[in-house]
Each structure stands twice: as C-alpha cells, then as structure tokens.
C-alpha cells in the first residue's frame, strides 16, 4: 500500500512557474512507476508526465512537452512536477499516482493504482 499527498498547488499569471511536490510513504518507492494526471472541470483525466526506472524513457503529454519536468528523490520518496511558463489551459486538478514495478502505458489512468487526493493549480490571463 501506498499513501501519496500532493502540495504546491495554487494560482498563477499565465508565462509564471509552480512545483508541485509528492510524498510518498513505503520503502519501497524506488520500485514504483509514478505519474502527474490532470483534470479539468467537465474533461476526463489526463497523463501529464511520468517517470518510471532508470533506463526507461520518461514520459510527457505533447501539451506540456519542454515546459514541464518531473524530477524524482528516491532518497526522500518525493516526485515533483516542475511547471514553467505556464498558460489558462494548465488550469486542472493536477494528481499525483504510483504503480508497482514498470507501467507498459505510463501516460494511462488505467496503468496507476495509487492516488492522491489532488492539488488545484490556476493560471490566468
């Protein structure tokens, strides 16, 4: 069982920065494929980007694509989503997620089991 608690969430200038931060509980969080989701009111949940083990590609939604990063700290069970110049269109519950081992699909809802309760991140105009 993982537990993971998003933070970092809040409201932006569209071309501003946030970084959203993960944590994660268990000892074994080195082994977990983990992701960023989005969701936007009245839209279905989205990949935004996913890191998995070393050796593997990470993964980036075309929207966020030279914009976003996802750094991962296996000494300190965190995942971050670092967001730069961000646009309205960013605006979303952003979710964290984890998977046991390597995820075949990494930017699939379907491919996570853990999820946190998500952070709101707004960008205006």
């Known amino acids: 069982q993982v537990q993971l608690v998003e933070s970092g969430g809040g409201s932006v200038q569209a071309g501003g920065s946030l970084r959203l931060s993960c944590a994660a509980s268990?000892?074994?969080?080195?082994?977990?494929?983990m992701g960023w989701f989005r969701q936007a009111p009245g839209k279905e949940r989205e990949g935004v980007a996913a890191i998995r083990m070393p050796g593997y590609p990470t993964y980036y939604a075309d929207s966020v694509r030279g914009r976003f990063t996802i750094p991962r700290d296996n000494a300190n069970n965190r995942l971050y989503l670092q967001m730069n110049s961000l646009k309205p269109e960013d605006t979303a519950v952003y979710y964290c997620a984890a998977a046991s081992g390597i995820v075949a699909a990494p930017g699939r809802v379907d491919a996570y089991t853990y999820w946190g309760q998500g952070t709101q991140v707004t960008v205006s105009s």
């Open positions: 268990g000892n074994t969080y080195s082994t977990y494929s």
